[in-house]
């Protein structure tokens, strides 16, 4: 897979809670945003249940 670099502008306070959920789950912050896109458009939009995603 073809990958570019992308910068977001993400608050502060999600971006922590974010990357301790990563650490937490052993994987990269890069890694369950690229996951989080990939069901996003591989469902069309439509929200579904994944472990990157779901409310803990």
């Known amino acids: 897979m073809n990958t570019q670099n992308v910068t ?3 608050p502060k306070d999600v971006l922590h809670k974010a990357r301790k ?3 937490d789950r052993q994987t ?3 890694s369950m ?3 989080a896109l990939l069901d996003l458009v591989s469902y069309g939009g439509v929200r579904v249940m994944n472990p990157f ?3 803990v």
Request: charged content about 5%; overall charge positive.
């Open 21 to 23: 959920i990563a650490v």
């Open 28 to 30: 990269s912050l890069s």
């Open 8 to 10: 977001l502008a993400i």
């Open 53 to 55: 995603t779901a409310r």
């Open 33 to 35: 945003m690229t996951q």
